[in-house]
C-alpha cells in the first residue's frame, strides 16, 4: 500500500537503489482516498521519484500494467517501482512494446494552444478536459500519457513550446515535491506557463472524495476555468 511505503525509505534508498537491485515493488491504493489519516495514499510519488537510480512507472491501462510488470521482473539493471492503476481500464492503443518507451511521454492525442499532462489514473481526467475545452474554448488541446515519473522526456517537454501557450499537469497524488513541480522546475527558465494539479500537502483525514475534487480543482470544468484565466 502506498502509506505503508513511506516505512521503507531506508530501504528503497540503501539496500534497492544504491545496490541497483533488480526488485519489482508494486504500490497499491496510491491515490486521493477517502480514507483516514494513516491512509493517505498520495505521498509516494515525492517520496519515491527523488531516489536516485529508482525507476518509477505509472501505468494509464491494463495493457501498460501487464507491459510494465513483465519487463520489470526480467530486467537486471536496478529496482522498479510500479504504480498500480486504481482504475482498470483497457486500451490495447497504449500497449508498450520496448523498453526505450517506458522512459517517453507518449502523445495520445496530438493538439496545440494547451497540452495535459495526464499521469497514471489521470489520464481519464486529461481526456475529459481536452473534451470539455474543445466544447467550451474551441481549443483542441494534446493529450499526453507521460508513463514514467522518476524522469522527464525532455524531447517532448522542448516540442511542447513550440505551440502550446500553456501546460497542465495531473497527478493522483500531493503535488508537493511531486511530478507536476518537475515539470514546471524544467520551464522554470522560459516563458511557458505551466499549471499544476493534484492533491494539497495535507492530511485528508476522511475527507469525502467531492469535497476534495472541489478543493483541489481536479474536475474538468474547475480546470477548463483555470486554464481560461491563464490563456
Known sequence: ???????TYDQLMQDLALNKTPATILVFLANLSPGDATHCGIFDIPM???IPDLTCLAPATKEEYMAMLDWSIEQTSGPVIIRVP???ISDPNTFILTEEEFYKY???EKGSKVAILGLGNFLSLAKEVKKLLKEKCHIDATVINP???SQLDKNVLENLKENHDIIVTLEDGSLSGGFGEK???YYGDSAQKV???GGQKMFT?????EVQYEKFHLTPELIVSDVEKCL
Request: net charge positive; charged share 5%.
Open 147 to 149: 508513463r514514467v515519473y
Open 183 to 185: 515539470i514546471a522546475s
Open 86 to 88: 486504481s482504475v482498470v
Open 1 to 7: 500500500m502506498s502509506s505503508f511505503m513511506q516505512r
Open 106 to 108: 507518449q502523445i495520445v
Open 48 to 50: 519515491m521519484s527523488n
Open 195 to 197: 499549471l499544476n494539479f
Open 205 to 209: 483525514n476522511l475527507m469525502p472524495m
